[in-house]
T-cell receptor
């Protein structure tokens, strides 16, 4: 079946612009996670959703970052007023339940802020 | 705060040789993962280890978990070029927030002919 998909696969934006990154989880998966992978910081957890709710936003690096999930499916990660340090690969994962053992990762969105 | 340390971070080995990658973590956890990442690709799940003494094997890779020592190992047997990739271990905190993966920095493995 279809795996986790993300779009766009690559995004180049100018510093100060807003960007939206999209994640389509595996159908039926109730939990969704966002991670960021950068050279300096490695793989970092950003936020998770159980259904449409995000109980813990403490992993978001700044208030320029926000995320939402609608209909218990698609999620959007928005970065406002992008900075060069936001350049990274943003990975989305989903799991059947919040406490499921397996998280399935999407291909990622490579964000470059110039 | 949960910390995960992998070593070595870089590993260059010859085909046919054996080697072990180590993953130490700082607080109690009941779940440890190994992932593989090829350049420009996403994370591929290799193993999920759920209990003390768990051992799992797939092809030339074998992973084990010692929860008392807070240590997992990924052993490579008779390496082949196709195993060249970056390997990450990740741990779930067995405290209240047991949904978030904390990753090690990864081990870049290069297998040379």
């Amino acid at each position: 079946g279809a795996g986790v998909s993300q779009s766009p696969s690559n995004k180049v934006t100018e510093k100060g612009k807003d960007v939206e990154l999209r994640c389509d989880p595996i159908s039926g998966h109730t939990a969704l996670y966002w991670y960021r992978q950068s050279l300096g910081q490695g793989l970092e957890f950003l936020i998770y959703f159980q259904g449409n709710s995000a109980p813990d936003k403490s992993g978001l690096p700044s208030d320029r970052f926000s995320a939402e999930r609608t209909g218990g499916s698609v999620s959007t990660l928005t970065i406002q007023r992008t900075q060069q340090e936001d350049s990274a690969v943003y990975l989305c994962a989903s799991s059947l339940l919040l406490d499921s053992y397996e998280q399935y990762f999407g291909p990622g969105t490579r964000l470059t802020v110039t | 705060e949960l910390k995960v340390e992998q070593n070595p971070l870089f590993l260059s080995m010859q085909e046919g040789k054996n080697y072990t990658i180590y993953c130490n973590y700082s607080t109690t956890s009941d779940r440890l993962y190994w992932y593989r990442q090829d350049p420009g690709k996403s994370l591929e799940s290799l193993f999920v280890l759920l209990s003390n003494g768990a051992v799992k094997q797939e092809g030339r890779l074998m992973a084990s978990l010692d929860t008392k020592a807070r240590l997992s190992t990924l052993h490579i047997t008779a390496a082949v070029h196709d195993l060249s990739a970056t390997y990450f271990c990740a741990v779930v905190n067995s405290g209240g927030s047991n949904y978030k993966l904390t990753f090690g920095k990864g081990t870049l493995l290069t297998v040379n002919p």
